[in-house]
């Protein structure tokens, strides 16, 4: 498409600053409704651990705790194969926890279908994730850990859906899911 077509259709638009102002606070107040109402989804026999409750384990006592495939990827920052994790597919109301140490990091209320074949979220319960720069595949990628147990998930990119654009890219072997009111 041309460049002046483009903008004749774009200036023939009826959208208004004050119609985009209102579409962006909905997404706003949608999303801190999801941040701030996780618990909701806990299941009542479940206590939350406290994020500041650091976990630390030897290497054997993670290769124990953690099948070769949750070790590799939580501990030494792997990856699982594209479309192999049932979590991709998990569709019920509930909270996913750390797999290291059952922190909670996702309410099913901020998952969606990404379609690349890994649990995908648009955002994180707050305080649950540090992030840093990787450069293993050249260009730069944010990666996330806990922050409980230092437990590799994934990487964040910018190509999720509204209200973050964020797709949260995360392994479902460092997950684990807890179905709401069980």
């Known amino acids: 498409m041309q460049r002046r077509n483009f903008l004749r259709a774009a200036l ?3 959208i208004t600053m004050t119609a985009l102002r209102s579409v962006a606070a909905s997404a706003a107040s ?3 409704s999801v ?14 651990p406290s994020p ?3 976990v630390t384990l030897s290497e054997d006592a993670w290769r124990e705790k953690l099948s070769a495939l949750e070790y590799d990827v939580l501990r030494k920052e792997g990856t699982e194969r594209a479309g192999t994790s049932a979590l991709d597919g998990e569709k019920r109301p509930g909270i996913f926890v750390c797999r290291g140490c059952e922190l909670p990091v996702f309410s099913s209320a901020m998952k969606y279908d990404s379609g690349t074949g890994w649990p995908s979220f648009y955002t994180a319960i707050p305080g649950s994730f ?11 990628r944010t990666e996330y850990h806990c922050v409980r147990c230092g437990g590799h998930h994934g990487h ?6 509204e209200p973050t654009g964020e797709r949260w890219c995360n ?12």
Not at 171 to 182: R, V
């Open 12 to 14: 023939a638009l009826p």
């Open 30 to 32: 949608t999303l801190e």
């Open 35 to 48: 941040r701030a109402n996780w618990r909701t989804l806990m299941p009542k026999s479940f206590t939350a």
């Open 52 to 54: 500041t409750d650091v």
């Open 130 to 140: 540090a992030t840093k720069r990787d450069f293993k595949l050249v260009w730069p």
């Open 156 to 161: 964040i990119f910018n190509d999720g859906p």
């Open 171 to 182: 392994n479902g072997a460092a997950l684990k899911f807890l179905p709401a009111g069980e």
